[in-house]
């Protein structure tokens, strides 16, 4: 199984739908949990945190599923500026710096007008 | 505050040609990173260094070297290099090495070796 692991999409949404993807991790013993966002041929950027209680930033949702061992993200009322590739990343067991950290490959992410 | 300044954008080098890829960021950010990104793949550390004068190898350390001889520069060398170094890489800084503190990535630098 891989370290982590993302559907690479693309998924091609309308405008105004709502839309979820998920990530699955190998280690269970990985602590932290973050989506970024990538637009295209840019430089990644921090969208949001995944906590235990799952959690919200306005139109968007991650949640942490432990015993299954993924995460969530969710986007309401999608806009034609969500569309871009969003990386799930995970932090393992080993350490508490970024250097422990892995990087899926990324869902690419269309919204059509 | 520029943040994270990458430079060149692109290069095109010939096999065997060294180079230089600059990093400097102005967020006084003790951790700094280098990972490569191939299509369709995650990204992958390469070095990083957690203050001056020291670094740490990554996942992918392999034909790359770092220095870091102030807090705020990061360069990596290219020795020798090859077309399995054609890849995007991006540089990347964070205040501590503690993962609630989010990196801060450059606009990347597109290399092409051929």
């Known amino acids: 199984r891989k370290e982590v692991e993302q559907d690479p999409g693309p998924f091609n949404v309308p405008e105004g739908a709502t839309v979820a993807f998920n990530c699955t991790y190998s280690?269970?013993?990985?602590?932290?949990f973050f989506w970024y966002r990538q637009d295209c041929r840019k430089e990644p950027k921090l969208l949001m945190s995944v906590y235990s209680s799952g959690n919200e930033d306005g139109r968007f949702t991650a949640q942490l599923n432990r015993a299954s061992q993924y995460i969530s993200l969710l986007i309401r009322d999608s806009k034609l500026s969500d569309s871009a590739t969003y990386l799930c990343v995970v932090l393992g067991s080993g350490g508490g710096g970024a250097d422990g950290l892995t990087f899926g490959k990324g869902t690419h992410l269309i919204i059509q007008p | 505050n520029a943040g994270v300044t990458q430079t060149p954008k692109f290069r095109i080098l010939k096999i065997g040609q060294s180079m230089t890829l600059q990093c400097t960021q102005d967020?006084?950010?003790?951790?700094m990173y280098w990972y490569r990104q191939d299509p369709g793949m995650g990204l992958k550390l390469i070095y990083y260094?957690?203050?001056?004068?020291?670094?740490d190898k990554g996942e992918v350390p392999n034909g790359y070297n770092v220095s870091r001889s102030t807090t705020e520069d990061f360069p990596l060398r290219l020795e020798l290099a090859a077309p399995s170094q054609t890849s995007v890489y991006f540089c990347?800084?964070?205040?501590?090495?503690?993962?609630?503190?989010?990196?801060?990535f450059g606009n990347g630098t597109r290399l092409t070796v051929t």
């Open positions: 990347a800084s964070s205040y501590t090495g503690q993962i609630n503190s989010p990196l801060h």
């Open positions: 260094s957690v203050g001056a004068g020291i670094t």
């Open positions: 280690n269970s013993a990985s602590q932290s």
């Open positions: 967020m006084n950010h003790n951790y």
